[in-house]
């Protein structure tokens, strides 16, 4: 008898010490930030428990790389704020999914590197994390708190965010921040370039970002390593190896170059 409760007791405070760590691992809000505003208990989800929060949309989260999330509600004056904070792998994951979670940006707060508001959502990507602060009533006073309450979450953050700019050399850094789609795999693609599905279909082992201007379509793919580039390149009948820095027309119209030895930028004509 003592023996298992010996390992009861060993189970409870292992989970104890599990969520301690979960919750360290976020930029949580307190009344000293936010003096006169009312908390709800914190609740967070890890791994395989994001279905039990957001069970349709949790697959796309694992698909970049996912740690955690941390969701927290508050009221302070008249309004009323729904705050996540995910905790993803690394700053391009969380790159990722706030680039294929932004909704229809009205303005884009210069609260951090990568912002996105309209008038019921602030979403924000500053380093690893990608927040989401929503409001209930779309005012001017609810846009401007939940501006107040994005910066005193980033403040407690110091990780850079991610570096997009060796994706597209010479395209200015203002339009790949606030156009291109970032996607590790083929629920990245369906939510944020389609259009793009026939290249990357199958594809594993790469970080693509995706550009579209008004004449053709940028496609940047970072391969894990060289044979998940020469399989790709195979899929597509290309001759990987003659690949060089200098621009190759296809057969197909599209040109492609390397930007690196696991690297390539794909050019398509909008056309196609």
Known sequence: MKRF??????????FLSVS??????????????LPG???????????????????????????????????????RLKGKYKIEIYKMNNPESAYGIFSVSRFRCRTRPAIADYTCQNKY????CSGSYYISVINESGTGADSAAAIMIGKKIVEKLSEPSADL????PGIPVE?????????????????????TEKYLKGLEGYTALILNTPVKILISIRFNDKR???????????????ISELS????????VRKLNENHVLIEIPSAK
């Open 165 to 168: 700019s060796p994706f597209f």
């Open 248 to 255: 190759h027309k296809m057969r197909d119209g599209e040109t």
């Open 20 to 33: 301690s760590q979960t919750d360290q691992a976020f930029p949580a809000l307190g009344e000293q930030d």
């Open 228 to 242: 998940t580039l020469e399989k790709f390149g195979a899929s597509h009948n290309w001759e990987i190896e003659k």
């Open 37 to 75: 505003a009312k908390f709800s208990p914190a609740r967070t989800f890890n791994g395989e428990s994001l279905y039990g929060y957001i069970d349709g949309g949790a697959d796309l989260y694992l698909e970049y790389g996912f740690t955690g999330v941390m969701v927290t509600e508050l009221t």
């Open 5 to 14: 409760v010996f390992f009861g007791l060993l189970g409870i405070f292992s």
């Open 121 to 124: 959502q602030l979403q924000i």
């Open 175 to 195: 339009t790949v921040r606030n156009e291109s789609y970032m996607v590790k795999g083929r629920l990245g693609v369906i939510n944020g370039a389609p259009d």
